[in-house]
């Protein structure tokens, strides 16, 4: 019919046009519909997790409260050395002649080790000696003039007032006298001098001969012979001797954070690479107070002495010592790693807020924190003074939760 008018069915562009605003709230009510699911789904996701993780069996690593020594000791390197090494030199310049002492003799003192070619010297030796001579001579004949000069000047002494002789010829025999008077003197300070040039060219002659001037062994041989030791600017080191080779000390380096516990007569101990499995007993001898600073840390010298009657122990051998700065025989003693402990059930802000120091005793299975009073520490247990403590309680070092039973991690598939 002419009058009548069919609808047509809109098309999306029209219906876009014809609603513009329903797609993009549609879009927007999903996204957040979307973000409101995955909340509660993590919220219940942990609460899930936490409640199958509590439910899971823990099983605790424990230690047993016994009685023993907490020694606290400081440890430090050092270098075995003789009590006392004698540096024997050369005061006199030549050639090695002979050599009669060689490493690890036993030498007495007095005893020749080597001797420098002696013909320069006793040279010397002859030409003071005939200086000597040849001053002692002349002494003999200014003093037979001193006497003829005397002679004279009392002869004409008594012949100067009958006026048999001059008051000028008096004068003149009395500056003859005097004359011959101060040279005697001076050739009795020439024979002083000359004795002294003999004695030091004797001294010299016998620098010729290098002696040890002590008791011990020679731990060190530098020269050879036919060689040439000059000491003209520094005495050149010949020999090496160790005075008592049954007597040893190791000096060792004592940080300065550790220096101010430790005191002389302490006990001691160390190792060193060549006998590994045999301790050493020592006592600190010596705290030397100048600091020696060995890539910027400050450390003091502390010799520990030591006896070495089987000669096991070598000059220069490195050791590794162990100073006991305090120690308790036998006393009640707690591992410091049950003090370290605190359950993982424990917040953090719970364990910052204890005060004292506590262990966690293990009660019918149950962890019970249990305070404690410590004492002396070693870094490996710690002294107990006071405490719900005795020995054999069993305290807890560290828990292990069984992971075959924990349920795991539970994801989401959105």
């Not at 030791?229 to 001797?241: E, Y």
Request: aromatic share 6%; glycine share 6%.
């Amino acid at each position: 019919m002419y009058g009548e008018h069919t609808p047509q069915p809109a098309s999306p562009a029209n219906a876009s046009s014809a609603w513009p605003g329903i797609r993009r709230y549609s879009r927007r009510t999903v996204l957040w519909a979307a973000l409101v699911i995955f909340m509660l789904a993590s919220v219940a996701a942990v609460f899930i997790y936490r409640a199958r993780s509590a439910s899971a069996t823990v099983e605790y690593l424990t230690a047993t409260i016994t009685e023993g020594p907490v020694t606290k000791t400081v440890t430090a390197t050092g270098t075995v050395n003789p009590v006392l090494t004698i540096i024997v030199g050369s005061y006199v310049s030549g050639v090695i002649q002979s050599i009669s002492c060689d490493f690890n003799t036993q030498v007495k003192k007095g005893q020749i080790c080597a001797e420098i070619d002696p013909r320069p010297y006793q040279t010397a030796v002859d030409s003071a000696t005939a200086e000597l001579q040849n001053a002692k001579a002349q002494l003999t004949k200014d003093q037979a003039a001193l006497t003829y000069a005397k002679v004279a000047y009392l002869r004409d002494k008594k012949l100067v007032q009958p006026g048999y002789v001059t008051k000028d010829a008096l004068d003149a025999a009395h500056s003859s006298y005097d004359g011959a008077v101060a040279q005697v003197q001076l050739d009795r300070a020439s024979i002083a001098s000359r004795e002294a040039v003999l004695r030091a060219a004797v001294i010299n002659l016998g620098y010729t001969d290098i002696i040890s001037p002590v008791n011990g062994t020679v731990v060190s041989r530098n020269v050879t012979i036919g060689q040439t030791v000059a000491a003209s600017f520094q005495t050149p080191t010949l020999f090496l001797i160790a005075t008592d080779m049954t007597v040893m000390q190791v000096d060792t380096n004592v940080s300065e954070s550790d220096i101010g516990g430790i005191r002389m007569g302490q006990k001691a101990s160390f190792h060193v690479e060549s006998f590994p499995d045999q301790r050493f007993d020592a006592t600190v001898v010596q705290v030397r107070q100048a600091p020696q600073t060995v890539q910027n840390v400050v450390t003091y010298d502390v010799v520990i002495g030591v006896d070495n009657k089987q000669l096991l122990l070598k000059p220069g051998m490195t050791a590794t010592a162990r100073i006991i700065i305090e120690a308790r025989p036998q006393v009640l003693r707690v591992p410091d790693q049950a003090l370290r402990f605190v359950p993982g059930n424990i917040a953090p802000a719970t364990q910052a807020s204890q005060p004292a120091p506590q262990v966690w005793k293990l009660v019918d299975k149950r962890a019970v924190p249990v305070p404690v009073t410590l004492g002396l520490d070693d870094d490996s247990f710690s002294e107990v003074l006071g405490g719900n403590l005795k020995p054999g309680d069993v305290v807890i070092v560290g828990e292990r939760r069984d992971a075959a039973r924990a349920s795991p991690t539970p994801r989401l598939n959105l």
